[in-house]
């Protein structure tokens, strides 16, 4: 069980982590020096006094917890370190003395936890007519599993020549899942069809994944890490491609801050009353419209799932989002969950209304071609204190 002792949580973490150590000598910790960057050390290490009785508060030595020690058996720690994009190191004096098994060492030395990792297929001996398919599971080979990777990890499926780009993308099931034939096998359930995502010229041209290892022409092999960046971009880059990929929901906005952002930036750039008027000629213009093309409208926005108008017609189903401009620009505010919604909802629609409040002209964009018709700028960052 993970046990996190921090001074800035907890008045009494200091005493609580030394009596942790006296309990569990042969736990391990990790020390966190930043957000993103950890020490692990065994419970004894020499650093801390290597046994019990260990200093107390009272003592008056000062804290030992005035940076993070987050304490485990060896497996969660990894874990924990991974989810959050912590890099480890191995203390060097925790290692000498034996505190650090060989375990320990070999899923940690390498100090890199990626949740991300290209997975790249061979067109001359794949099949893609029988994946990727959504929803569908797979077992691939390689002959080095990569030892940090977890089940859950996003995987990126690419495919090498004569196709160069990506096709699709997965997460891991089973990151062991046996050996035959020579080579390890490892389960993944695939998270989209087929696509034509992204070339390798593409990719060449992207600041963040130009240096990624596996656009290297040098290495052979199946798995390719990708850093926390790389991984990041990858889903916005494949964010047009549909159902969203898995990861891309996973930084929600408590319903409080995005009334809050909401309520400080209106619907447009203008005075909020004014935004106000926009919209609601935008509204009526768009349901006028969707009414004619044979839609039933109802509307939504109340409900703040992300878009104003819910269309049926038939079967079909349609997400309508509407962006109410006064003069002829082509430009509006998306809040953050307006925008996980456009890159998620494959029946979403944008539909922006310019002129609104004196000759409303409709202009709608399906889906995820918004990311290739707009481009995105932020406006608006949440900042949140560094700790340790
Ligand atoms: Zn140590």
């Not at 058996?73 to 505190?99: F, I, N, S, Y």
């Not at 090498?160 to 993308?169: H, T």
């Not at 809040?335 to 004196?358: F, H, I, M, P």
């Amino acid at each position: 069980m993970i046990k996190e002792f921090f001074d800035i949580e907890h008045g009494s973490a200091h005493d609580e982590f030394q009596s942790w150590r006296a309990k569990h000598q042969r736990g391990l910790f990790l020390t966190l020096n930043t957000q993103t960057r950890a020490y692990l050390h065994g419970a004894r290490c020499m650093h801390l006094g290597s046994g019990p009785p260990y200093f107390s508060a009272k003592d008056g030595l000062g804290s030992l917890t005035s940076k993070k020690k987050v304490c485990a058996p060896q497996p969660e720690l990894v874990a924990w370190a991974k989810k959050r994009g912590v890099t480890v190191k191995l203390c060097e004096h925790c290692q000498r003395d034996g505190l650090l098994g060989n375990n320990d060492t070999e899923s940690v030395a390498t100090g890199h936890f990626s949740n991300y990792w290209i997975i790249k297929a061979r067109p001359e001996r794949n099949d893609f007519t029988r994946f990727p398919l959504r929803g569908k599971l797979g077992r691939w080979y390689t002959a080095r599993p990569p030892k940090t990777w977890l089940a859950g990890d996003t995987l990126f499926i690419w495919a090498g020549s004569p196709k160069l780009r990506v096709i699709g993308w997965a997460h891991l099931v089973k990151p062991e899942a046996g050996f035959e034939d020579n080579a390890y096998y490892f389960g993944i359930e695939y998270d989209s069809n087929l696509i034509e995502g992204p070339t390798i010229n593409d990719l060449r041209r992207d600041p963040l994944l130009r240096t990624a290892s596996f656009l290297k022409s040098g290495p052979s092999g199946t798995v390719f890490p990708l850093t926390a960046g790389q991984g990041a971009r990858m889903l916005q880059l494949l964010a047009p491609f549909g159902q969203g990929p898995p990861g891309f929901l996973s930084i929600p906005l408590k319903k409080a801050e995005q009334s809050e952002i909401r309520r400080r930036i209106g619907a447009g750039f203008g005075t909020a009353e004014d935004n106000r008027q926009i919209e609601r000629a935008a509204l009526s213009a768009a349901t006028k419209h969707y009414k004619r093309e044979g839609w039933q409208v109802q509307s939504v926005e109340a409900d703040k799932c992300g878009f104003d108008l819910l269309c049926r017609k038939g079967r079909q189903e349609c997400h309508i989002e509407v962006k109410g401009i006064s003069g002829g620009g082509f430009g509006f505010i998306l809040t953050y969950g307006e925008y996980q919604r456009a890159a998620s909802d494959n029946k979403y629609e944008l539909c922006v209304v310019q002129y609104a409040l004196s000759n409303p002209t409709i202009q709608t964009v399906v889906g995820g071609r918004i990311f290739q018709t707009f481009q995105f700028v932020p406006l608006a960052f949440k900042a949140e204190a560094r700790r340790g």
